[in-house]
């Protein structure tokens, strides 16, 4: 059923004065079917270790505390979460896993709500955060923002830029599996700040920069081509200010690359999937009410 016709559904939510700090979920009423909410994604969606961790494929690492469940338990959703660790856009459509079906596979015509968080393995982006590591200060090792930057040519922006079509190609077999429903793209989040946090963090002030500039460029790629393509960007940057991994350890909403919480380095711990879960709430709700 397609998300106009639940209107009695942001009606019954209209009071909960949602923000991004929502906390009561929507309740369905008998006149209102609940949504049907399909998440796929990478392990930025699945928020690998952090407890408890999904028993239903141990394989994708999913965390039954990610950003999809805090979402579905906020709208009163019925959801099915495919999201995985290690996912690439390809999984989209063939099998991640010995096992594991592709995760467009749980998308019907009957679907009303669809997230993606996808880029981060594509591009390549994790695999750069992790070569930035510096363990000495400067002028010890080298700065990967230089190494990728060699020659006047910025080779993960390249990566991201040429990616970008294949996304735009995902989003339309989306929607050709589920046309009615509304499709949310959940950008990648803020890491770390502009100069980074030697030693917090052992990665170069440029270089913290660098990542976090790399990771905004595909935050911008998946802004634009959700856009181009009838799909709704839900950012969040901003609600990693002040959370990043430079953050104190209570305040962090990115784990660091030493864990000060129960998550895997990079991705987003409990506080971090919760935040995002109810920032993508708000969004679905501001869909229903005027879509």
């Not at 930035?132 to 080779?155: E, F, I, M, Q, Y």
């Not at 081509?225 to 901003?238: E, H, I, L, M, P």
């Amino acid at each position: 059923m397609n998300l106009s016709l639940r209107t009695a559904l942001a009606a019954t939510v209209a009071a909960t004065a949602l923000s991004t700090t929502l906390v009561a979920p929507a309740v369905a009423t008998e006149a209102t079917e609940a949504l049907e909410y399909v998440a796929l994604g990478d392990s930025y969606a699945a928020a690998p270790l952090v407890p408890p961790i999904d028993p239903s494929n141990l394989l994708c690492a999913r965390s039954l505390a990610d950003y999809p469940h805090i979402a579905a338990k906020a709208l009163g959703a019925e959801l099915t979460d495919v999201s995985c660790s290690g996912a690439t856009a390809d999984h989209f459509t063939t099998s991640q896993h010995l096992g594991t079906k592709p995760q467009f596979d749980a998308l019907t015509a009957e679907t009303d709500v669809v997230s993606i968080t996808i880029g981060g393995n594509d591009t390549g982006l994790v695999a750069t955060a992790l070569g930035c590591v510096n363990l000495l200060p400067k002028p010890v090792g080298t700065s990967c923002a230089a190494r990728n930057t060699k020659d006047g040519v910025d080779t993960v922006k390249a990566r991201i830029d040429a990616w970008a079509p294949k996304f735009a190609t995902t989003l339309d077999q989306a929607r050709q599996r589920a046309p009615h429903a509304e499709v949310f793209v959940i950008g990648y989040g803020n890491y770390i700040r502009p100069g980074g946090c030697y030693p917090t963090q052992p990665i170069w002030d440029v270089d913290g920069t660098y990542i976090q500039g790399a990771v905004d460029h595909l935050s911008a790629a998946l802004r634009t081509t959700s856009g181009q393509n009838g799909a709704t960007y839900v950012d969040t940057y901003s609600l990693g200010i002040g959370h990043d991994t430079c953050a104190a350890p209570a305040d962090r909403h990115i784990e660091g690359l030493v864990p000060t919480h129960v998550a895997t380095p990079l991705h987003p711990n409990a506080n971090g999937s919760k935040a995002i879960g109810h920032a993508l709430a708000a969004a679905v709700l501001s869909t229903t009410r005027t879509g």
